[in-house]
């Protein structure tokens, strides 16, 4: 730990000093996105073969019983299973062998299909569900006091907020020794007897200051 005396003037220059229940919000609304970005990018970048009719091949994937409530809907991405990608994909979906390949992985908001064009059959719909605003702000609390650096202060509420790219290049110009490691988008948590950075998307503590 790293001992360090802070002026009462020193986190003016912290632009988002808010109250927990606001930063919890914060989270709330970044892990959504990064969930969002994550279920996008998860699957490996592809589209429907040329030579296959995108209106085709979504017509027929709607027209079965269970994929009827997708009629309209635009799928977030198209992959198609092969041997190349198949290890890949084997370890973001579980139960996918080489029985698959030559199927399609299609995403929606909430479901993922997979669905063998050629036999205009559907292999599986995963539902895909979204926690809620309780469960992310819960998971963000347990992860950050799971760590020791954090260790007796649970029952405090701490000033915070989440480190943009300008708030960032100040404190590194002022106190280049604490924030060498942060990063744009960590959380910045202020407790009377301690000062924390916090990678919430790596689940790691990136600095503990003890203030005097």
Do not use: C
Not at 20 to 35: E, F, W
Not at 179 to 185: S, V
Not at 197 to 210: L, S
């Amino acid at each position: 730990m790293k001992q360090m005396q802070y002026s009462q003037n020193s986190f003016h220059e912290v632009p988002p000093i808010v109250h927990y229940a606001v930063l919890l919000l914060v989270i709330v609304s970044l892990v959504l996105s990064v969930l969002a970005y994550m279920k996008v990018s998860a699957i490996e970048d592809a589209a429907v073969p040329e030579t296959i009719s995108v209106d085709d091949f979504l017509k027929k994937l709607t027209s079965h019983e269970e994929t009827k409530a997708l009629v309209g809907a635009s799928p977030l991405n198209i992959v198609q299973i092969t041997q190349a990608n198949l290890p890949n994909l084997q370890s973001q979906i579980s139960g996918l062998d080489v029985s698959f390949v030559g199927s399609y992985l299609v995403q929606y908001q909430d479901r993922v299909v997979v669905y063998d064009y050629a036999n205009d059959q559907l292999k599986g719909v995963v539902a895909l569900q979204q926690p809620t605003q309780e469960q992310l702000a819960q998971d963000f609390i347990n992860k950050l006091y799971a760590h020791p650096e954090v260790a007796g202060l649970q029952n405090e509420q701490p000033q915070g907020g989440q480190l943009d790219a300008q708030s960032l290049a100040t404190l590194k110009q002022q106190f280049p020794d604490v924030y060498a490691n942060a990063k744009e988008g960590d959380f910045l948590l202020r407790y009377s007897t301690r000062l924390i950075i916090y990678d919430y998307a790596n689940d790691r503590i990136v600095n503990a200051v003890n203030l005097a």
